[in-house]
């Protein structure tokens, strides 16, 4: 999951909470001490969802599928496409709006943590929630993200796979997403 897919599965806790989950990706280590309790409840959560997904077998499926020589990013390339199928779902539905505006007004209000710092009010301004119901422009995150990794990745390279293989990761999504709500979808 990414920005979306962990406020999905945070959005019935607290402010706090959401945030945890929103800013998780740029806290590093175990000593979340720095954090308030909540907050850091929040990070824990968005760890434990992204340890389901790794696991889960049609997670595991479709990275062996994937091309040979960039399999260990197409769980990054992956993570895009679960928040493209969110967007796309959700768009104009007044619950994503709502949720999109929360997200939006705690990363507004709050500082992220260094790591993330100059991307969220990009992120915020460009109203990536929304945009990635567009499939053109979640690839073009796909590679903005590809950009911000060190140099010598190959992410960007999963942009064709990604297009080639839609139905077969819309379908993947549709069996995993009700599961990972009843599991993980509260705080």
Known sequence: ????????????????????????????????????????????????VDARIDGAPQLLALRRRSPEGL????GIALDLMWDHFLARDGQGEADHRALVARCYALLEARPAPARLATMMPVLVEQDWLNGYADFAFTQRALEGLA???????????????????????????????????????RP
């Open 71 to 74: 399999r260990r990013y197409s």
């Open 147 to 185: 950009r911000r990794l060190p140099a010598g990745n190959r992410l960007a390279e999963l942009a064709p796979w990604l297009e080639a293989e839609y139905p077969r990761l819309e379908a993947a999504f549709y069996r995993l997403w009700p599961s990972l709500e009843r599991e993980l979808g």
């Open 1 to 48: 999951m990414n920005f979306l897919g962990h406020a999905w599965l945070g959005h019935r806790g607290s402010d706090d909470f959401l945030f945890g989950n929103l800013i998780a990706d740029g806290v590093k280590g175990r000593d979340l001490g720095a954090w308030p309790e909540t907050v850091a409840a929040g990070i824990r959560h968005h760890r434990r």
